[in-house]
Structure formats: structure tokens, C-alpha cells
């Protein structure tokens, strides 16, 4: 694929340039790319103005209670909106070194967050989508804006956390599971890694504590339980040897832990990584116990940007 075409979502903080500066050097990675800088002015904001009621204040006397009202308010945030944009597009395009070789354009919206940026990505056909995890100016965590895309996205998602250190992607980490799932990852991470020279680290993580607990509840003796784990180690590293195949031509090290997932993940991480790579459905709440409540734990806690594959993906089979 030679052409890739990225939506990042913005609302003028520091944190939100960082995800485009994030978006641009991924983006350069290819050889046409187009990345779409999109703010949204959320309606939600504007709701919130219309329970004051403005002739109650008029009335016991508050100055100015015009300044309450919806249209002045819509018009402020309007204004307010398209110069953060403008100041966005006058920074980047001020400072080659950041946006050179890469066809950048700004858009702004008005609506619900997460909505207007899933119909966005659709409308423009977007490969993907890289965010960050804080909402407004770093209010709320990933439960928030994020959360709600990456349930209702279709395409990838690359979830740019505040403490992510963006650099070359050296080696990707693509943690998976046991069913046939894991191959997508797995063909999403070869299709960076090739085009930015980079290693993989397969993981799959036998969560030791849920076998022996499960286990329990049939009647297994330690004895049981401890083959049983063996066997799920046994099995997880076939699959592995399987699904490494789709990597064919790159230099790939596969690995089997026991533990806890997320802690096994992010220590794996940590040690070599700069990217994670993952499967999710994109249902439930993240951060909770859905999403998983491994993906959410991962996307909370890492250090380096987590890419959420979901079925519809652009690598070349």
C-alpha cells in the first residue's frame, strides 16, 4: 500500500499537537500520505448554556445576562473553534521540519464528539485514525471520546496516550490470543514493520491465575492444574509458530508468558517497544471490564502508542 490517509482529531492542546506530530512521521512512512487535522465544536458545550435562564437573571439584577444566551454563546465557541484551528494550521505549516512531505488540511464540525469524528473518517474514507486518550484540555481519561470511537469505528485506531514517547517503531509488540483473530495484528504489524524496517514480538500470555482458579471449579488437583498450564503453554507456542508465517522475510521473536496479561504486555513493552499492536471487537467500556479489560488496561497504561485493529484494515494481503 502506497497511499495512506489518516484522520487525527484535535482540540488545540499541547497534547493533541503531539498526536499530530505522532500522525505526520507516521504518515511519512508512506509514499503518498494525506493527514487530516479535524476539530470538532461540540454541541454538548452548547447544551449546556440553554438551561440558564437568562430572564430570571435579568430580572434579580445580574449584568449583562445576555452574554448567557445560546446564539451569543454558539458564536463565541464558533469563533473560539475556528482560531484554535487556524493557530493548529499556522504552527505546523510555519515549521517545515514537521510538515514536510506530507499533504496536511484542516476541518471543523459541529456536533457530538465521537460521533462527528466516526462520520468524518467514513465520509473521507479514512485508512485510520490516530488519537489522543484525553478529552478537552485533559478532563476526562480515555472512558470519554476515545472510548466511544473505538466502539463505533470500523477502521484502525491508534490511541496516542499523554506519557507516549513517539519514535521510530525499532520493534512492534503485537500481543495475541488463541483464535483466529490474531492473525489480523499480526498482518497489520508486518505491513508497518516492512515500511519501517522494524522487528515484531509475537506475545501470548497464558493468564495463570484465571486457569488455576477455573480449574479449581472442576475438581482439578495442583498436580492437573499445573499440566493443564503446561498444555496451554504448549498450545499458545504452536499457534504462535503458525500465525509467524504471515511475517515471512522480517525478524520476528515469538514468546509465551504466564501471568497477568496487561502487566506481562506493558513489562514486554517497556523493555524494547514502541509500538503495541491489537485486536479488539470494540464493544463494552474501556478501562471497565469490557473492550477487553485487557485492551482498556493496556491502552490506560502503556508508554508508547497502542494501534486497535479492528476487521476493516488496509494491508496488503
Known amino acids: 500500500m502506497d ?88 504552527e505546523i505549516e510555519s515549521t517545515p521540519e514537521i510538515s514536510e512531505g506530507v499533504k496536511i488540511k484542516f476541518s471543523m464540525r459541529e456536533g457530538e464528539h465521537s460521533e462527528e469524528i ?43 496516550g499523554p506519557n507516549s514517547k513517539f519514535s521510530d517503531f525499532k520493534k512492534i509488540l503485537v500481543p495475541v490470543d488463541m483464535s483466529d483473530r490474531a492473525e489480523l495484528p499480526v498482518k497489520v504489524a508486518a505491513c508497518i514493520a516492512r515500511r519501517v524496517k522494524s522487528d515484531i514480538k509475537i506475545l501470548h500470555v497464558v ?12 475438581w482439578f488437583d495442583d498436580d492437573a492444574k499445573d499440566e493443564l498450564i503446561a498444555e496451554y503453554i504448549d498450545a499458545a507456542e504452536k499457534h504462535l509458530e503458525e500465525i509467524s508465517d504471515l511475517t515471512a522475510g522480517l ?34 467500556h474501556i478501562g471497565r471490564a469490557l473492550i477487553g479489560s485487557v485492551t482498556g488496561g493496556v491502552i490506560n497504561q502503556a508508554k508508547v502508542p497502542v494501534l486497535l485493529v479492528k476487521e476493516k484494515v488496509w494491508v496488503e494481503y
Open 251 to 284: 525478524s520476528v521473536e515469538k514468546i509465551v508468558k504466564t501471568g497477568a496479561p496487561v502487566d506481562m504486555i506493558l513489562k514486554e513493552a517497556e523493555k524494547d517497544c514502541q509500538l503495541i499492536v491489537m485486536y479488539t471487537r470494540g464493544k463494552g
Open 3 to 90: 497511499y495512506i490517509k489518516i484522520l487525527v482529531p484535535s482540540d488545540g492542546s499541547e497534547h493533541s499537537k503531539h498526536v499530530i506530530r505522532h500522525a505526520i512521521q507516521f504518515a511519512r512512512h508512506f509514499r503518498v500520505s494525506e493527514v487530516i487535522v479535524f476539530y470538532v465544536l461540540d454541541t454538548n458545550d452548547i447544551e449546556e448554556f440553554k438551561r440558564v435562564d437568562t430572564t430570571r437573571l435579568k430580572e434579580e439584577g445580574y449584568p449583562h445576562p445576555e452574554i448567557f444566551e445560546t446564539k451569543n454563546i454558539e458564536a463565541a465557541l464558533n469563533k473560539q473553534a475556528k482560531k484554535t484551528l487556524a493557530h493548529l494550521k499556522e
Open 207 to 218: 493468564n495463570e491465575s484465571a486457569v488455576r482458579y477455573f480449574s479449581s471449579i472442576t
Open 118 to 160: 466516526v462520520e468524518k473518517a467514513e465520509d473521507l474514507e479514512a485508512d485510520m485514525i490516530i488519537m489522543g486518550s484525553l478529552r478537552l484540555g485533559g478532563r476526562f481519561a480515555i472512558r470519554s471520546v476515545a472510548a466511544q470511537v473505538v466502539r463505533t469505528s470500523k477502521i484502525p485506531i491508534m490511541i496516542v
